[in-house]
């Protein structure tokens, strides 16, 4: 059997010390904006766009990738961590679907969760994530030490 991979990008995105992470209904956890990179896209420009989709917010990356003089050739923002993640697994154990994830970190100037998309989660399902709600929280592993991260990211390009 053959093993589907897509391309994902995922934005951590912080305003004043706190990442917004909604509940997904599919899945059951909480998770950032994200979503599939467009066959027209690059991946930092579909995190963009997925986090003004899902949000209505506009988000700036905190890049800190270092230019190289490339007549020919164009620097791309780096992602802070590339995933593998199985969505689909089947009964032997094989990954039938997984996500290439490339995951960024970005800065939004408010916490006014309006979705700018057709079927997002609606602002009800988003919640803001303090360092302390981080600590006191049952989110998955992954996603808390990326939120920390972000934040201190944040932090540090102030």
């Given amino acids: 059997m053959e093993t589907t991979r897509h391309f994902t990008a995922t934005v951590y995105i912080v305003e004043d010390g706190a990442v917004a992470l909604h509940r997904h209904e599919r899945l059951g956890i909480r998770v950032p904006p994200g979503g599939h990179v467009d066959r027209d896209e690059l991946p930092h420009e ?5 986090v003004r989709e ?3 917010l506009v988000a700036e990356l905190l890049d800190d990738t270092e230019q190289v003089d490339a007549p020919d050739g164009e620097v791309l923002p780096q992602p802070r961590h590339q995933m593998l993640y199985d969505i689909d697994v089947y009964e032997n154990g094989r990954a039938g679907h997984q996500h290439i994830d490339h995951v960024y970190y970005a ?3 408010s916490r006014d969760v309006d979705p700018d998309g057709d079927d997002e989660a ?4 988003w919640e803001w994530y303090d360092a302390d709600d981080l600590r006191d929280s049952d989110l998955d592993g992954d996603t808390v030490q990326f939120a920390f991260e972000a934040i201190d990211a944040a932090a540090a390009a102030e």
């Fill in 46 to 50: 579909a995190g963009l766009r997925e």
């Fill in 54 to 56: 899902e949000t209505g």
């Fill in 107 to 109: 800065t939004v100037d």
């Fill in 122 to 125: 609606a602002p009800a399902m």
